[in-house]
């Protein structure tokens, strides 16, 4: 099983800058997807970023510019810096690992709460 436990959420205002982190623990196989997603209140789940252990990475359109995802393999953690952070921005935001094989696993964190002031 596999435990991802995220942090650096919190209360910002608009323009600023906030930092999340995510580590993984557990049995981790080697080839793995981490990644990013938010939800804000009454909207759907949606992708921010994620980042492949080779480091490959993908954005969301509507963060591109602004948030840098990076990922630690020796540590299994993955940050997510967001710059210029909007009001329409406030969500949780999950922290997702995605196994990089057939039948592979998806395991999700509890999540931790954004608010963007304006």
């Known amino acids: 099983q596999v435990q991802l436990k995220e942090s650096g959420g919190g209360l910002v205002q608009s323009g600023e800058s906030l930092r999340l982190s995510c580590t993984a623990s557990?049995?981790?196989?080697?080839?793995?997807?981490m990644s990013w997603y938010r939800q804000a209140p009454g909207k759907q789940r949606e992708l921010v970023a994620s980042?492949?252990?080779?480091?490959?990475?993908n954005y969301a359109d509507s963060v591109k510019g602004r948030f840098t995802i990076s990922g630690d393999n020796a540590k299994n953690t993955v940050s997510l810096q967001m710059n210029s952070l909007q009001p329409d921005e406030t969500a949780v935001y999950y922290c997702?690992?995605?196994?990089?094989?057939?039948?592979?696993?998806?395991?999700w964190g509890q999540g931790t709460q954004v608010t963007v002031s304006s």
């Open positions: 980042i492949t252990r080779e480091g490959s990475t």
């Open positions: 997702s690992l995605s196994e990089s094989r057939s039948f592979g696993k998806v395991y």
């Open positions: 557990g049995r981790l196989f080697y080839l793995y997807t």
